[in-house]
């Protein structure tokens, strides 16, 4: 079973607005990693955030950690409708094993 | 540069038969995952190699799912008597560094259809 829950599953939005997904997980983190995936270009690693760090940003990108509440978001600003895509939250489970767990994914619709 | 590559693309097999699918990942990457994707789902974690020697294959949903990395370059990922279940996209991704903990880059996927 996946640990990492995304949250909303789908989300359709304007150009130009801005677009917001949470992941949630269950054990402690080495690190959570954000992944766009789309028909053209396959899964795509977008950002990493460390366990010590609570914001990263990344171009149009903005990414928070909440280790407390076990939980991420990631903030897109200024969509663009290549931004339509499914975003993965995927972490790194601080057990000494070498999985990477990714959550179910929020398929994002960004309308021109 | 050359990516992670993954042949063949598209599969087909009728239930019962054996099939191998091949990742050939970034030159010098230590690190390679195997991942199974459901329609609609996220990538589920299968097997994780150092380099030759495989360190996790805690994900392989059966013994009828075999993964091996001989020189520890090319992986290939070996389904025996494949099942309808088995129908799923099977992702390759490798990273440079041990344990995975960094970005990993993905292979196109091999689409495998039973039957």
């Known amino acids: 079973s996946q640990q990492g829950e995304e949250d909303p599953q789908a989300l359709s939005i304007q150009e130009g607005e801005n677009a917001t997904m949470n992941c949630s997980y269950k054990t402690s983190i080495n690190n959570l990693q954000w992944y766009r995936q789309n028909s053209g270009r396959g899964l795509v690693h977008l950002i990493l955030?460390?366990?010590?760090?609570r914001e990263k940003h990344s171009g149009r990108l903005r990414v928070t950690l909440d280790t407390s509440k076990k939980s991420s978001s990631l903030l897109i600003t200024a969509s663009r409708a290549a931004d339509t895509a499914s975003y993965f939250c995927a972490t790194a489970p601080n057990t000494g094993g070498f999985k990477t767990i990714f959550g179910a994914g929020t398929r994002l619709f960004v309308k021109a | 540069g050359a990516g992670v590559s993954q042949s063949p693309r598209y599969k087909v097999a009728k239930r019962g038969q054996d099939v191998a699918l091949r990742c050939d990942p970034i030159?010098?990457?230590?690190?390679l995952f195997w991942y199974q994707q459901a329609l609609g789902q996220g990538p589920e974690f299968l097997t994780y190699?150092?380099?030759?020697?495989?360190?996790?294959k805690s994900g392989l949903p059966s013994d009828r799912f075999f993964a091996e990395r001989p020189e520890g370059s090319v992986s290939t990922l070996k389904i025996q008597r494949t099942q309808q279940e088995d129908s799923a996209v099977y992702l390759c991704?490798?990273?440079?560094?041990?344990?995975?903990?960094?970005?990993?880059?993905f292979g196109p996927g091999t689409r495998l259809t039973v039957l």
């Open positions: 955030i460390r366990s010590n760090e």
């Open positions: 030159s010098g990457h230590v690190s």
């Open positions: 190699f150092q380099n030759e020697a495989q360190l996790d």
């Open positions: 991704a490798s990273t440079f560094r041990s344990r995975g903990h960094n970005e990993q880059f």
